[in-house]
């Protein structure tokens, strides 16, 4: 049987027990699934590292401006969270919305802040996405893209806890103490 690539000449077939079959060396062909790219050529993930540098600039930048306690949640390019933290003082309910806040900006590809452009300009857009989403988006600023330089996806930070304004402020601040590109709309 074959069902991928051409045939060689010369694959042996073998008898097992009552079944007949065929051992096939398959040439390449473009069915055949793409080669590896190296390691060089892949953009490097979000680490932990950097995750955590990204969330202490942050609380660093909330409390040298006064801000309310902060919590912080990093989401890496699937939406899965890297690193949360949150400040001593920050009410309940902190991660949901931080995280929401990031999940909305890498569900839509752009910051929260546009999410919330959104809400108010097509407010039925986002119950739509809301109810797709499991309700699991927050559509205020706060929820901030990272990116590489080149515009790779890297992930996104969600920031609660002081003014939607100040959230965002403080995620900006983190993501440039990593050396990484912030797209808030």
Not at 69 to 79: F, K, W
């Amino acid at each position: 049987m074959i069902l991928m690539g051409r045939q060689l000449k010369g694959s042996p077939t073998k008898r097992i027990g009552l079944a007949r079959v065929e051992t096939t060396r398959y040439a390449p062909s473009i069915h055949s699934p793409p080669e590896n790219p190296s390691r060089e050529k892949q953009p490097m993930p979000l680490t932990l590292d950097a995750a955590n540098t990204l969330i202490a600039a942050a609380m660093n930048e909330g409390e040298a401006k006064g801000f309310a306690p902060l919590a912080v949640c990093v989401l890496d390019a699937g939406g899965h969270v890297q690193a949360f933290q949150r400040a001593d003082g920050a009410s309940m309910m902190r991660f949901e919305i931080a995280k929401g806040k990031a999940y909305g900006a890498l569900a839509v590809g752009k910051g929260s802040r546009w999410l919330n452009a959104q809400a108010e300009g097509r407010p039925h857009f986002l119950e739509g996405l809301s109810n797709v989403s499991g309700g699991n988006i927050v559509p205020v600023p706060g929820g901030v893209l990272i990116k590489e330089e080149d515009g790779t996806l890297l992930g996104a930070v969600g920031i609660t806890g002081d003014t939607s304004d100040n959230d965002e402020i403080a995620a900006i601040a983190g993501i440039a103490a990593i050396g990484k590109v912030a797209v808030t709309d």
